[in-house]
Nanobody
Framework: QVQVVQSGGGLVQAGGSLRLSCAAS????????MGWYRQAPGKQRELVAA???????NYADSVKGRFTISRDNAKNTVYLQMNSLKPEDTAVYYC??????????????WGQGIQVTVSS
């Protein structure tokens, strides 16, 4: 059984920083792509940042230059460093992991979601 647990959200003032973590545990062979999404009230879930197994990254235009995604394969963990936070970054943040469980089984998992609130 696989568990995906997020941590690191909270309340911060505009201009501040937060670091989100998302760790997978269980019977995991490897992890392909890892990503962070967010969903603000009344809006659709959107991709914030993603990183491939080879380390290539891509970011939403709204967070480029402020957010950094990284991964620690030994810990099955993906991070999102968020700097220069703005009130419009307020949302529930979700990690998404593309996990290879066995030679023939590959599944997609979501974290439980974590609130990030940026006050002005």
């Amino acid at each position: 059984q696989v568990q995906v647990v997020q941590s690191g959200g909270g309340l911060v003032q505009a201009g501040g920083s937060l670091r989100l973590s998302c760790a997978a545990s269980g019977s995991i062979f490897s992890i392909k792509a890892m990503g962070w999404y967010r969903q603000a009230p009344g809006k659709q879930r959107e991709l914030v940042a993603a990183i491939t197994s080879g380390g290539s990254t891509n970011y939403a235009d709204s967070v480029k230059g402020r957010f950094t995604i990284s991964r620690d394969n030994a810990k099955n963990t993906v991070y999102l460093q968020m700097n220069s936070l703005k009130p419009e970054d307020t949302a529930v943040y979700y990690c998404n992991l593309d996990l290879v469980l066995t030679t023939y089984v590959r599944n997609n998992y979501w974290g439980q979601g974590i609130q990030v609130t940026v006050s002005s």
